[in-house]
């Protein structure tokens, strides 16, 4: 370990016992957001370097596939992002990973590899998709002899089904597929789990579900069965990603607005849909889609109509004609509406995308696996472990849907639980998080991190043509950046896990520091409650998601030095002003516990 | 020297004074003064005072002369005009340039060295004068720039870096200031920036030569425990005389203040100067018994800090002179030469 800050901090403040990895950690906002905490200022220090491979690989050992998640991520990290603090729009973190993944080049000698010797445990997982993916991932490499069950006929799960090949080419998910699948995972195909009952007879050691939320919710309104038009979207989704569906009439209707909605309504538009619209219950700023994939599909041409209430489907002599729909007035706060009016709208097909749940008809229920009330297996959130030792649950078959990175996470999770559980540890031993602190201090002026603040803006990601992507169904939109744009992204990255570090006892109480910072992020004054503190700073520390980092009392005049970490653009100004080194730029490594890598200390 | 530029990002939420500029807009270059120079946050107080004061950028002339604190007007205010002069000369350039144009702010950043010692006649002469400036002094008692020899302002006893004692008596801007007629005298500490900020802002408001002395520790050679002006030092054995507040003009409030310590003195642009003095007789408008003060207060080696003299009435160099009220700049140049004919008959007055 690196040197602790440990108790040089009191801890009257709940939020800055810095002796926990949780405070630095928190710091590096995009990590702490990322379920999986992937080491994002790592990583795009490394592409800033030109080290794809490495930058690549960093990413991987958190996020597992990051080529797909580059472009499909639900980016948690980047509302969190501190640039989005300082001006508008945080750094394009997704778009950067993709650009380590596109440029990687042979990656095949620093892939985790499968022992020479099995361990002689043996794991069963339940579907090919991200969760059971990612602890194929983690276990293989240690021992296990993995069984992969998929119903369909190529791995991925919802990667391949329900995200379209303009958004993930099919060669992009294969490849990182195959690397895991080709560390020797025995996986079959066409096989759906009809008996888990039957599947845990075989003897497996421990038996892994991650069979997603297969299960497209349906709107029971009149005339919904009195046609084959009406599609369940992730249904219809999968069917066009196995080639059983190459067309749609050319008016088509989508029902929900969230991401799947998106998926639908422009791969309608692939399809031959050329009057799509996407009808919402409410108005903007209350959808579910990602801005950035509202964006995409309106610059497709695709219609967003609010305040449309479905009411009954139009069908005469067995063919679709439309859909009948209440227009909604809602007050302020989009809570209560009242129907203005009931609209009838055209169409050739309907797709329902109004989400998704979780659906397991072939678990029976004497197993002693038990269910909720909503049908939703109890799982223990930390372990994954259903109520049946040795069974594990994660992804969205264990909490519903989700994204991708909500999967991995999981996974790496119950693969730790697996591991305990096939060592005869209990599942809830959990190795601690750890942290490395390292100063990056090369002499004077001297950071071993560019510390240069660039006031460049977000840059712009590049799409195909219009003519062009609608040419063929799976001509990816999105060109990726170029190498120029790559920089200036990777330079906007304020390296928030360069950390500021404050020894108090070096003090001398010179104001240096306070003076110098460009972000009005320190404070020297007389000590009290967090509360009260933070209305006297240099700058009111008015956002309480970020906290202060007190000193204990300083050796001349027993003040606190206080920093808000808030807007902090960690340019290590403070540490350069500093003339007695109480104030240090140190490089936070968090060190995430993955199953097999267990620290015992 | 840090190769750093300091970013150019700016927190989300600053405030704007009157003007609309943030404090980075009354920001200079870069320091290449060491790391924890008290000068440095003296340049802070100072970028502070004007921003709060709202000052326009373009309307203020910076001045200097040689040495460590006269390197710093480089570090505040990039947009405003700037001269530095030679050594111990900045009064005299100070002096012409207000005689020229009587409309700017004027703020001279001096040291010991440059105003104590080679400048100490031209100091003088400017304090007779009543010039409308700031004149700050940033005090370390050393001469940093040639490597830590003891300055005109070194105390008695107090050691150099390399421990020897100084046995020469110090010179004491402020008794300096007193005996000479100045009008407004203070002493503060480059590590106190809430008494500093206000006795500067008041400072900018007086009408006539306002004399600050700033304890500015040497953080490289006279920042040790035989010092008498290192952080610590000054933090144990500075007393806050009185407590000042400057009330500007703008945003007076008339409040009840009951308190029988307090004193009001109104200065020349509408604004007020609050005293609240520590012991209940300090007069700050009398002379006499402020210099017996400090005479008092020095033989128990105590450093009184505060605006400690003021002097609101006395006419500044233009009233003095009775010059135009018009810049001398501005004037049309047939009234500021009116030629031969004119400068004859002024010469046949003297026959």
């Known amino acids: 370990m690196g040197p602790r800050a440990g108790p040089l901090w009191r801890g009257t403040l709940k939020t800055n016992d810095v002796s926990h990895p949780d405070y630095f950690h928190k710091v590096v906002d995009c990590q702490w957001a990322c379920p999986a905490h992937t080491n994002v200022p790592e990583y795009i220090r490394l592409i800033a370097q030109g080290r794809y491979a490495d930058a690549y690989m960093k990413n991987r050992e958190s996020n597992v596939f990051p080529a797909v998640l580059g472009r499909t991520c639900d980016r948690p990290c980047e509302p969190a992002c501190r640039r989005g603090r300082i001006e508008e729009q945080p750094v394009a973190i997704c778009r950067l990973k993709r650009v380590a993944a596109d440029l990687k080049g042979d990656i095949s000698d620093m892939l985790p590899k499968a022992p020479e010797q099995n361990n002689g445990k043996r794991v069963a997982l339940v579907g090919a998709g991200p969760a059971s993916l990612t602890v194929a991932n983690d276990l293989r490499p240690l021992g296990y002899e993995v069984t992969i069950f998929e119903k369909q006929s190529k791995p991925g799960g919802l990667m391949r089904t329900n995200i379209p090949s303009f958004r993930l080419p099919e060669s992009v998910l294969d490849e990182e597929v195959a690397n895991i699948i080709n560390m020797g995972i025995d996986i079959r195909y066409d096989s759906p789990v009809t008996s888990f009952k039957s599947l845990l007879a075989e003897g497996y050691d ?82 579910k889609a990602s801005p950035w994939e509202l964006d995409d599909a309106e610059e497709e041409g695709i219609d967003i109509v609010i305040n449309h209430a479905p009411k009954r489907f139009v069908v005469e002599n067995g063919v679709l004609k439309g859909m009948e729909f209440d227009r909604l007035e809602w007050d302020a706060e989009a809570r209560k509406s009242k129907t203005v009016e009931t609209v009838f709208i055209a169409a050739d097909d309907v797709i329902l995308a109004i989400g998704q749940e979780n659906a397991f008809p072939w678990i029976e229920r004497d197993l002693g696996i038990e269910f909720d009330q909503w049908e939703v297996p109890i799982v223990d959130e930390t372990t994954f472990e259903s109520t049946r030792k040795s069974v594990f649950f994660g992804g969205d078959a264990a909490f519903g849907p989700k994204n991708i990175i909500w999967a991995v996470a999981q996974g790496h999770e119950a693969a730790i639980s697996i591991h305990n559980h096939c060592q005869g540890v209990p599942a809830t031993d959990r190795p601690p998080q750890g942290m490395n602190l390292i100063s990056q201090k090369m002499g004077i002026s001297e950071w071993s991190y560019h510390n240069d603040y660039n006031p460049a803006h977000r840059q712009k990601m590049k799409h195909v043509d219009l003519e062009e992507r609608f040419r063929q169904l799976n001509v990816e939109v999105e060109v990726g950046f170029n190498l120029e744009q790559t920089a200036r992204e990777a330079q906007r990255c304020l390296n928030c896990d360069i950390e500021t570090v404050f020894v108090p006892k ?40 970020q906290a202060l980092y007190a000193s204990e009392a300083l050796p001349q005049t027993k003040r606190v030095m206080v920093k808000d970490e808030d807007v902090c653009v960690h340019c290590g100004l403070c540490a350069e002003r500093c003339p007695t080194a109480a104030w240090d730029m140190q490089k936070f490594n968090l060190l995430i516990q993955y199953a097999g890598t267990s620290c015992t200390t | 020297m840090p190769s750093i530029t300091k970013p150019l990002a700016t927190h989300p939420t600053a405030q704007r004074n009157q003007l609309g500029l943030t404090i980075r807009d009354y920001e200079g270059s870069m320091s290449t003064l060491c790391a924890g120079c008290g000068h440095d946050s003296i340049t802070a107080a100072i970028v502070r005072a004007l921003w709060e004061q709202s000052t326009p950028p373009h309307r203020i002339a910076k001045l200097s002369g040689i040495g460590c604190s006269s390197k710093t007007p480089t570090y505040f205010v990039n947009g405003a005009h700037g001269f530095n002069s030679a050594h111990g000369r900045m009064p005299a350039i100070a002096a012409g340039a207000i005689a020229a144009n009587c409309d700017l702010t004027y703020i001279g950043v001096s040291g010991d060295g440059d105003s104590l010692s080679i400048g100490l006649g031209q100091l003088s002469h400017a304090i007779r004068r009543n010039l409308k400036m700031v004149y700050v002094i940033e005090n370390n008692g050393v001469y940093g720039l040639t490597k830590g020899q003891f300055s005109a302002s070194a105390d008695l006893g107090s050691k150099s870096k390399r421990g020897e004692a100084n046995r020469m008596a110090p010179i004491d801007p402020v008794r300096l200031g007193l005996s000479l007629g100045a009008t407004f005298v203070a002493r503060s500490f480059s590590g106190d920036k809430e008494q500093l900020v206000p006795i500067l802002r008041a400072a900018l408001s007086h009408r006539g030569f306002a004399l600050i002395d700033v304890i500015s520790p040497c953080v490289t050679f006279n920042d040790h425990n035989g010092s008498t002006k290192s952080y610590l030092h000054t933090r144990r054995y500075s007393r806050q005389l009185v407590e000042s507040d400057f009330v500007p003009h703008a945003d007076e409030i008339v409040a009840d203040i009951t308190s029988a310590g307090t004193t009001a003195v109104k200065m020349h642009d509408g604004s007020t100067v609050m005293f609240r003095s520590v012991p209940a007789d300090y007069d700050p408008t009398d002379r006499a018994k402020v210099s017996a003060y400090l005479d008092q207060h020095q033989k128990d080696g105590q450093i009184l800090t505060g605006l400690l003299y003021i002097d609101g009435e006395s006419p500044d160099v233009h009233e003095m002179n009775r010059t135009s009220a018009t810049p001398l700049r501005e004037l049309d140049y047939s009234k500021l030469c009116p030629g031969s004919a004119a400068l004859d008959a002024l010469q046949e007055d003297y026959r």
Not at chain 1, 210 to 223: H, Q, V
Not at chain 1, 243 to 260: A, E, M, Q, Y
Not at chain 1, 512 to 535: F, G, H, K, M, Y
Request: hydrophobic share 35%; net charge neutral.
């Open chain 1, 206 to 287: 421990a038996v892994f579900v991650g069979s997603g939320a297969p299960r497209g919710k349906d709107l029971d309104i009149p005339g919904r069965h009195d046609s084959d038009r009406i599609h369940i979207g992730i249904d219809w989704l999968e069917s066009v990603a196995f080639n059983h569906i190459d067309s749609i009439g050319s008016r088509v209707l989508i029902i929900g607005v969230g991401n799947t909605a998106m998926d639908c309504c422009r791969t309608s538009r692939r399809l031959g849909g050329t009057e799509i619209k996407v009808m919402a219950r409410r108005p903007r700023g209350y959808f």
């Open chain 1, 506 to 545: 070096k003090c001398i109480e010179c104001d240096a520091c306070i003076d110098i910072c460009p972000v009005q992020c320190l404070t020297i004054t007389r000590d009290s409650e967090e509360a009260e503190l933070r209305t006297r700073l240099s700058a009111p520390a008015t956002n309480l998601d």
